[in-house]
C-alpha cells in the first residue's frame, strides 16, 4: 500500500511535468487566424517518413484563409474547416485532404523561448483516405498572390517571448499544502469532497519531484467560459437521463480496468486507449475487450512528446487514425520514452492495427465545448476524452464532488504558483455523470490513470460538473474506432 501510494504520487507529478514539455510554442486563436499559405511537398506516399528532417522540395502552394469560428476557404472558394489543438497548433481539414503542423518556436536558451505563431514547423498532409502523404510548411501570409519569398516575417507578427521558469522552484511550502492543517481547512471549508493526508507525500524525495515538476509560472493562461450551448443542443440534452454511467448501463460495464500510468507524463496516452477501448466494448455488446498500449504511442507517434505529454486531439484521434494503434501485449508499458520498435513482435496481436474512423473536439472546434455537447456525446457514443487543471489541493482528494478553491492556492504566500497553465495539464476519460442527491450538486464521473488506490471506485473521482470546473469542459474530444 505504501509503496503503492508513493508511486501514485510520484503519477501526479508526472503528469505536471507534461506542461513544461508539449511544445513550448504558445498560440491563441487569433495568433492562427487569417490568410496561410502551405508550401507541400511531392507526395512521399510513405506514411512513416519523418517531415521534420528538413531539405525537402516544397513544389506546391496552397493558400487557405482560416476565419472565425472554424471555417477554412481555399484561394477557389472551396470551403473546409480547422481547428486550434490547444496552443500547439492547428489542423485543417480542406478539398478532401487534411494538414496538421505544430506552429515554430525556438528555444534561446535553456530558459528562453519564443512562439513564431505566423509560421508552421514542417507537418503532414495526406487526403481523407490516408493515401498521398505529403510534408508542407506553412506561412501566414498577407494576400492571395504573396509568393513564398513575401510571407510575413517577423515584422509584421508580434513575436512572443517568454521565460520558462527555471525547473527548481524556491519557497514552494509542499509540506505544508499536504498537511493535516491543510487537509483540515480544506475539509472545513467546504462539505462536497474530502481531503486526506497521505503521509507519503511529505517525503523528501517526493517533494523534490515535485518541486522540479512544477515550473512555468510564466505560462499560467486564463479560463475561457464556455461557449454556450446552442438551441439544438438544449434541446437534445434536454432529453438525456439525469445520470448516467457506463460502468453500469443496466448492470452491464462498458469501461475497461483503471490502470497507472507510472513516472512518465503520458496521461494523455491512457485517456486516448481508455475512451477507444470503451467504445469498442461499447459497439461489440463486450464480446471484443482490448486493451491498448500507451507504450507504443510513447515510442512512435510524432503527433506527441513522449513522456513529455500530448493531446487526446493527436492520438485517440489524429495519430489513431493515420498509424493505428496496438494491443498491450503487442507493446507493453515500460513508463519511459524508449525508441520506436516498428518490427513489433511479430505475434498475431501486433499484426492488427485500431484504427479511427472520426474524430473530433465536441462542438467541431476547440473552443466549442460545453457541458451539454459533452453529455450528449457520452450518453450517444460512449466515454469522452478531457483535459482539466490539477491543483495541488487535488492531490489530497479521498472521496467526494472536487472543486478548487483558489483561496486554498493564494491563502499560503506560494512562492511561484504551481501549475495553473492550463487546461490540460492532466488528461482523463469521462464515463459519466450524476447528480448528489443531498446537495443536489451535478457532477462528471471521470476515470483517472493513478492506478486503483487512488480516489474512489479504484482509481475514480467525482467533480463538479456545468461550471467548466478546473477547465474540464474547454478541450473534450471524442473519436470512434473501428471494431477489428
Ligand atoms: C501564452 O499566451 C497567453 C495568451 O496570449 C498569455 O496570457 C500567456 O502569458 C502566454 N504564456 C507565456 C508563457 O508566454
Ligand atoms: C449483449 O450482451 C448481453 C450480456 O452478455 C446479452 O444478454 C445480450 O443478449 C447481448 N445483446 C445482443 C444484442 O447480443
Ligand atoms: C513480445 O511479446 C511478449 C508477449 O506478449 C512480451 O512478453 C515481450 O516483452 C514482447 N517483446 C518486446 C520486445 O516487446
Known amino acids: 500500500m505504501k509503496s503503492s501510494l508513493i508511486i501514485s504520487f510520484i503519477f501526479m507529478v508526472c503528469c505536471w511535468r507534461q506542461i513544461i514539455a508539449d511544445t513550448p510554442a504558445n498560440c491563441t486563436y487569433e495568433d492562427i487566424r487569417g490568410l496561410w499559405l502551405f508550401e507541400e511537398s511531392t507526395p512521399i506516399n510513405d506514411r512513416t517518413e519523418k517531415c521534420d528532417n528538413g531539405r525537402r522540395e516544397y513544389t506546391k502552394k496552397i493558400y487557405v484563409r482560416l476565419d472565425f469560428p472554424n471555417t477554412a476557404v481555399d484561394k477557389f472558394g472551396n470551403v473546409g474547416t480547422w481547428t486550434l489543438i490547444y496552443n500547439q497548433g492547428f489542423e485543417v481539414i480542406i478539398n478532401?485532404?487534411?494538414?496538421?503542423?505544430?506552429?515554430?518556436?525556438?528555444?534561446?536558451?535553456?530558459?528562453?523561448?519564443?512562439?513564431?505563431?505566423?509560421?508552421?514547423?514542417?507537418?503532414?498532409?495526406?487526403?481523407?483516405?490516408?493515401?498521398?502523404?505529403?510534408?508542407?510548411?506553412?506561412?501566414?501570409?498577407?494576400?492571395?498572390?504573396?509568393?513564398?519569398?513575401?510571407?510575413?516575417?517577423?515584422?509584421?507578427?508580434?513575436?512572443?517571448?517568454?521565460?520558462?521558469?527555471?525547473l527548481y522552484l524556491k519557497n514552494i511550502d509542499l509540506s505544508h499544502a499536504l498537511s493535516q492543517k491543510h487537509v483540515d481547512h480544506i475539509n472545513?471549508?467546504?462539505?462536497s469532497w474530502k481531503a486526506t493526508v497521505y503521509p507519503e507525500m511529505q517525503?523528501?524525495?517526493?517533494?523534490?519531484?515535485?518541486?522540479?515538476?512544477?515550473?512555468e509560472k510564466s505560462r499560467i493562461m486564463s479560463r475561457p467560459k464556455p461557449i454556450r450551448a446552442t438551441e439544438q443542443q438544449?434541446?437534445?440534452a434536454r432529453g438525456l437521463p439525469e445520470s448516467f454511467d457506463w460502468r453500469n448501463v443496466d448492470g452491464i460495464n462498458y469501461v475497461s480496468p483503471v490502470r497507472n500510468q507510472g513516472n512518465c507524463g503520458s496521461c494523455y496516452a491512457f485517456a486516448s486507449m481508455a475512451?477507444?477501448?470503451?467504445?469498442?466494448?461499447?459497439?461489440?455488446?463486450?464480446?471484443?475487450?482490448?486493451?491498448?498500449?500507451?507504450?507504443?504511442?510513447?515510442?512512435c507517434s510524432e503527433y506527441s512528446q513522449g513522456c513529455d505529454g500530448g493531446f487526446g486531439y493527436l492520438i485517440a484521434g489524429k495519430y489513431a487514425q493515420d498509424f493505428g494503434?496496438?494491443?498491450?501485449?503487442?507493446?507493453?508499458?515500460?513508463?519511459?520514452?524508449?525508441?520506436?520498435?516498428?518490427?513489433?513482435n511479430t505475434t498475431a496481436k501486433c499484426q492488427q492495427r485500431t484504427y479511427t474512423i472520426k474524430y473530433n473536439y465536441l462542438g467541431g472546434y476547440f473552443g466549442a465545448c460545453n457541458e451539454e455537447a459533452m453529455r450528449i456525446e457520452l450518453v450517444k457514443n460512449g466515454p469522452i476524452a478531457v483535459g482539466f487543471e490539477v491543483y495541488k489541493d487535488f492531490m489530497t482528494y479521498r472521496r467526494g464532488i472536487y472543486s478548487h478553491d483558489s483561496d486554498y492556492e493564494t491563502e499560503q504566500k506560494?512562492?511561484?504558483?504551481?501549475?495553473?497553465?492550463?487546461?490540460?495539464?492532466?488528461?482523463?476519460?469521462?464515463?459519466g455523470y450524476g447528480r448528489d442527491e443531498k446537495s443536489g450538486e451535478n457532477y462528471w464521473i471521470v476515470k483517472n490513470s493513478w492506478g486503483e488506490q487512488w480516489g474512489i471506485d479504484g482509481g475514480y473521482f467525482l467533480i463538479r460538473r456545468g461550471t467548466n470546473e478546473c477547465g474540464i469542459e474547454s478541450i473534450a474530444m471524442a473519436a470512434t474506432p473501428i471494431p477489428n
Open 96 to 166: 478532401y485532404r487534411k494538414y496538421f503542423a505544430f506552429s515554430a518556436y525556438e528555444r534561446k536558451s535553456n530558459s528562453k523561448v519564443i512562439s513564431y505563431c505566423h509560421k508552421t514547423i514542417p507537418g503532414w498532409s495526406h487526403d481523407l483516405l490516408g493515401n498521398n502523404w505529403a510534408c508542407y510548411i506553412g506561412h501566414k501570409v498577407n494576400d492571395w498572390n504573396s509568393s513564398p519569398l513575401q510571407k510575413i516575417g517577423s515584422e509584421q507578427f508580434p513575436i512572443k517571448e517568454h521565460i520558462e521558469q527555471p
Open 188 to 191: 472545513s471549508k467546504q462539505k
Open 203 to 215: 517525503s523528501k524525495t517526493v517533494e523534490h519531484l515535485i518541486k522540479m515538476a512544477g515550473g
Open 234 to 236: 438544449r434541446h437534445e
Open 275 to 299: 475512451m477507444l477501448e470503451a467504445r469498442i466494448r461499447i459497439a461489440t455488446n463486450n464480446t471484443a475487450k482490448p486493451v491498448f498500449s500507451p507504450q507504443e504511442v510513447v515510442d
Open 325 to 344: 494503434v496496438v494491443e498491450e501485449s503487442c507493446y507493453p508499458y515500460k513508463a519511459y520514452t524508449g525508441k520506436c520498435k516498428l518490427d513489433y
Open 414 to 431: 506560494v512562492g511561484v504558483e504551481f501549475n495553473p497553465f492550463v487546461l490540460t495539464n492532466h488528461a482523463v476519460l469521462i464515463v
